[in-house]
């Protein structure tokens, strides 16, 4: 019995796991798609699940090489990333948004519940336009 | 067919099983109601600290404004320590959130130790419209969180200044408190899923072994053979069968054991299973039909109506058996019944008492000539209640051992010396009186007390001759060497001391049982082999048949007394007699004369030459054996 509930326990786990993952993997598409750049989306990530998820799909473009790309999703700030970059840069943690003066936006997790930030400046600085429904996580400032 | 015990042993099960389930979803229940009960509580309780920290965060408020006074990092660490102090095992985060004029949530304060939010920094909540909610109402709300880490609660507190909300007081709680009382429940609800289980398996066990025992029943009470009902079932149902409701008919195959040795017993077997579908194709459903044994069958009749149409059953089933053509083989056979019916049942104790009358009544028919019907009535009544009386008065006398012989002297014609002894059944009444075979024998003819008696008679005469000189003549029935226990006997007792079998005659009577000769040769030769000798009884009247006489290479042939004791009277008897004497000679059988009751048959006899006398002028039969013969 007790086995039994451990397996089920264990797949709820999983099962939550999997599910928290899937939404994290949502919201970002949904972002991706309701961001317009002058340049044709091509996605990079540092996350090979979020590379994977975004291949999956035919509504993106994914490069493998980071040269390639113009739209960087990254979990941390990664060491051939420079400054002067014109890549747009959405990251996964919202302290990034400080390390990485070009990123303009991020998707972080906040006392359990999916939080979505933009720098309105850097949206500005880099010609993106949002859709109306991302436009209540704009932010003037990090803070 | 189906005991109610059976029933009652399923629906306990099945009831036991729903009380578990029932219970089992009242446990969940209180589960339920125990987490609500500690909400409750935690709410209370919360609001008493929220509303110590809500007069903390008003005095250092006053009357500016709250996001400036809070940007000051010293005024938020003093609060944010009483908040931090409400942390515990199950509360992980507590902060204080602000609603700015573009509607965004701001962290305004946090307590949280991990994941720790920056002042001023947007917060988007799950479910805002109720943290709006708490805005516009200011009243404590509680947000169930699902698929969130490992949160499950969150309280909102208002914090109010002027009776305005200010702020909401956020305190998101862990599952641990619902875990504690899954702990607590757990032991509990799994204690109810393993009786469940157990209640559950015992259930299915129950339903195969009730189907089994279904099957099982199924073929205790079948008779492979014909597909019919066996005897078991007849005993199964005997005690709950209401008596008034039936007629019983007893079926019994004419002249069966004639097919079984003419075609063998595979035919015997096809004309068994071709009889038995023509009467259940000639009965109702109502109707229960039986194979009692062998080749008979019992039927009970259901009496549907006023009028009792039972007769009219049994004479369709009579018609119909006589009409059906068997083919097997090649051979076409066609088969009469014999029926005795009995109607009046509710006469009757217990079924089996009634099966006795149905069972006499078909004996009669035998009797009568078969392929007929004798239905029990009144005008028969005597004779029936006479037949149970003689079984029972021997049934008694039996195990009473009130059975004994007499012995009559044979005496040889020429000198009077004794050739051998007749033993002769008498049984002794309760007032010891001596009853003779022709107040028993009748009633008994076709039963097993029939058999039995004969068994006890050759115990009492093998015990009696086994160790003496002496030679003694046995009445045994063709019926009596039909019967393997008695056959058995008689080979256990003879075949080991040749010496005794030689002085044993059995006396045979020739009868309508005798159906096939070869059969009866077959028997005969069986104690031919064992050294003892055959007589032919009652020879010259009734069945007597002279090829069967030859057939069966008999050594003496006994002249019929209802011949002897006319021959001095008669002389049409006397040139009979003459002429089997002369027959039994140049057959070389030895002659014997019974019924010798005076002088006169003595002398005629004498005059004929038979070999062997015997009769009352010559000797009574005794229970003691007479030495010598005085006239």
Redesign the interface.
């Given at each position: 019995?007790k086995f039994l509930?451990l397996i089920l326990l264990s797949l709820s786990l999983l099962l939550?796991n999997q599910?928290?993952d899937k939404l994290k993997m949502q919201i970002l598409k949904n972002i991706c798609l309701s961001i317009k750049s002058e340049n044709k989306m091509k996605i990079w990530s540092d996350d090979i699940n979020i590379m994977k998820s975004f291949k999956e799909s035919d509504k993106f473009v994914t490069v493998s090489n980071f040269n390639d790309a113009n739209f960087i999703i990254l979990t941390k700030k990664i060491a051939f990333l420079t400054e002067d970059t014109d890549k747009h840069i959405f990251v996964l943690n919202?302290c990034l948004l400080e390390y990485i003066p070009n990123s303009f936006g991020a998707l972080f997790?906040?006392?359990?519940?999916?939080?979505?930030?933009f720098i309105k400046s850097r949206l500005e600085d880099q010609s993106l336009i949002l859709s109306d429904k991302l436009k209540?996580?704009i932010?003037e400032q990090i803070? | 067919m189906v005991k109610k015990s059976d029933f009652v042993l399923i629906a306990v099960l099945v009831g036991f099983a729903l009380f578990f389930v029932y219970l089992y979803f009242y446990i969940n229940n209180t589960q339920q109601a125990m987490r609500n009960y500690v909400i409750e509580n935690k709410i209370k309780h919360m609001s008493n600290v929220f509303s110590h920290i809500e007069t903390q965060i008003l005095k250092v408020k006053g009357s500016s404004d709250l996001v400036t006074v809070l940007k000051d990092k010293k005024v938020r660490d003093t609060i944010e320590v009483q908040l931090t102090q409400i942390l515990s095992k199950n509360t992980k985060y507590v902060y204080f959130l602000f609603l700015d004029k573009n509607d965004k949530f701001r962290f305004l304060l946090d307590g949280s130790v991990e994941d720790k939010a920056r002042f001023y920094q947007k917060f988007d909540p799950l479910k805002k419209e109720i943290y709006e909610d708490v805005y516009h109402t200011a009243q404590v709300k509680t947000v169930f969180q699902k698929n969130m880490e490992n949160l499950s609660m969150t309280i909102l507190y208002p914090v109010k200044q002027n009776g305005k909300v200010i702020g909401i007081l956020s305190m998101d709680m862990t599952t641990g408190v619902q875990d504690d009382i899954t702990k607590m429940i757990e032991p509990l609800k799994n204690f109810f899923v393993v009786l469940i289980i157990f209640i559950s398996l015992l259930i299915f066990v129950a339903v195969i072994q009730f189907f089994r025992y279904f099957k099982t029943r199924n073929q205790l009470f079948h008779d492979p053979l014909t597909k019919i009902f066996n005897r078991n079932y007849l005993q199964e149902v005997a005690p709950s069968l209401n008596l008034n409701h039936y007629s019983v008919a007893m079926f019994d195959l004419d002249r069966f054991k004639v097919i079984n040795d003419t075609y063998g017993h595979k035919t015997g077997d096809v004309v068994l299973q071709e009889c038995a579908k023509v009467f259940k194709s000639n009965i109702r459903d109502s109707d229960i039909l039986i194979r009692y044994g062998g080749e008979e069958f019992v039927l009970l009749i259901n009496k549907r109506g006023e009028k009792d149409n039972s007769f009219e059953i049994c004479q369709r089933i009579l018609e119909k058996t006589s009409q059906h053509i068997i083919k097997y083989d090649d051979n076409e056979i066609t088969m009469t019944l014999s029926i005795g019916l009995y109607q009046d049942l509710a006469y009757e104790s217990n079924l089996v008492e009634a099966i006795k009358k149905a069972d006499s009544m078909l004996y009669l028919a035998k009797q009568r000539g078969r392929d007929q019907i004798v239905n029990y009535s009144k005008n028969i009544q005597n004779i029936s209640t006479s037949n149970k009386k003689g079984v029972d008065d021997v049934k008694q006398a039996l195990d009473d051992d009130r059975v004994i012989c007499h012995f009559q002297p044979i005496v040889d014609a020429k000198d009077l010396s004794i050739l051998k002894y007749e033993a002769l059944v008498r049984i002794v009444s309760d007032n010891s009186e001596t009853i003779y075979p022709n107040s028993f024998l009748p009633y008994i003819k076709h039963t097993n007390i029939h058999y039995k008696l004969t068994k006890k008679i050759l115990e009492i005469i093998f015990n009696e001759f086994k160790n003496s000189d002496k030679n003694v003549s046995i009445n045994i029935s063709f019926l009596d060497l039909l019967n393997k226990d008695i056959v058995s006997f008689i080979i256990n007792n003879l075949s080991f001391n040749p010496s005794f079998a030689s002085r044993i005659t059995f006396e045979i009577l020739e009868s309508d049982e005798i159906e096939d000769i070869n059969i009866f040769t077959q028997k005969i030769d069986i104690l031919h082999k064992l050294g003892s000798k055959i007589a032919i009884d009652d020879f010259g009247s009734g069945y007597s048949n002279f090829k069967a006489v030859l057939d069966v290479k008999s050594d003496y042939l006994k002249i019929d007394g209802s011949l002897v004791k006319e021959i001095d009277s008669d002389e049409k008897v006397y040139s009979v007699v003459k002429n089997i004497i002369l027959f039994a000679k140049d057959s070389g059988m030895k002659t014997i004369a019974e019924y010798v009751s005076s002088k006169e048959i003595y002398e005629r006899l004498k005059i004929l030459d038979v070999d062997y006398m015997q009769g009352f002028y010559l000797a009574k039969p005794t229970e003691n054996i007479i030495e010598k013969i005085e006239i």
């Open positions: 019995m509930i939550g599910s928290g919202y997790w906040k006392k359990g519940r999916p939080n979505i930030v209540p996580y932010e803070w | -």
